[in-house]
């Protein structure tokens, strides 16, 4: 079980707008810890999307963005495209068993 | 461009022990905090260790700690993961990956492509 936890999976059509959550509790988001997005297409390494709970590294379209609010935290999708089919974790940092880092079980997104 | 390259990966029996290592290229290595995380088939990440850029701080996941030894030689560009007592439930890729932060830990910028660890009798 996660120390973060986000939906198994969630799905749109292209074009629209998707959420994906991560909640997580006072000793890791809500103790401030940054919070951050990443994406794995399928046999690949995961890619950093969303750093410092809101930052897009160069080359991420800013269809994708991230905000942060109390022990929880979200990814945004806008104008979905067949290529973002992919799971994407969360991350952030826990400090109740040392510094830690810690990752969401994961989201599958599909594109329908 | 930045790269991460690991290696060291296979089969190994219950109990036996591996070393992976990754070679870093592209950026200088001995300023970035360095991680390993795993992922094991058709599962999520799972951290495992962080060393500091000069090799002063080391944490590591409570499933591996006492087993496993993140190290680091900057001289090589090169940091290692030294894994014993391998169980079965260490099977997954391992991924080394860098850490963004340069005075603190923020989020894994690079990574390499993993390397396939199968602990089997």
């Known amino acids: 079980q996660s120390v973060l936890t986000q939906p198994p999976s969630v799905s749109g059509a292209p074009g629209q707008r998707v959420t994906i959550s991560c909640t997580g509790s006072?000793?890791?988001?809500?103790?401030?810890?940054?919070v951050h997005w990443y994406q794995q297409l399928p046999g690949k390494a995961p890619k950093v999307l969303i750093y410092?709970?809101?930052h897009r590294p160069s080359g991420v379209p800013d269809r994708f963005s991230g905000s942060k609010s109390g022990t929880s935290a979200s990814l945004s999708i806008t104008g979905l495209q067949a290529e973002d089919e992919a799971h994407y974790y969360c991350?952030?940092?826990?400090?109740?068993?040392?510094?830690?880092?810690?990752f969401g079980g994961g989201t599958k997104l599909t594109v329908l | 461009q930045e790269q991460l390259v690991e290696s060291g990966g296979g089969v190994v029996q219950p109990g036996r022990s591996l070393r992976l290592s990754c070679l870093a290229s592209g950026f200088t290595f001995s300023s970035y905090g360095m991680h390993w995380v795993r992922q094991a088939p058709g599962k999520g990440l799972e951290w495992v260790a962080i060393i500091w850029f000069d090799g002063s701080l080391k944490y590591y996941a409570d499933s591996v700690k006492g087993r496993f030894t993140i190290s680091r030689d900057n001289s090589k560009n090169t940091l290692s993961l030294q894994m014993s007592s391998l169980r079965a439930d260490d099977t997954a890729v391992y991924y080394c990956?860098?850490?963004?932060?340069?005075?603190?830990?923020?989020?894994?910028?690079?990574w390499g492509q993993g390397t396939l660890v199968t602990v089997s009798s």
């Open positions: 991350q952030s940092y826990d400090s109740s068993l040392g510094l830690h880092v810690v």
């Open positions: 990956a860098r850490d963004r932060g340069r005075v603190a830990p923020e989020d894994l910028d690079y």
């Open positions: 006072s000793s890791n988001i809500g103790a401030g810890y940054d």
């Open positions: 410092g709970d809101t």
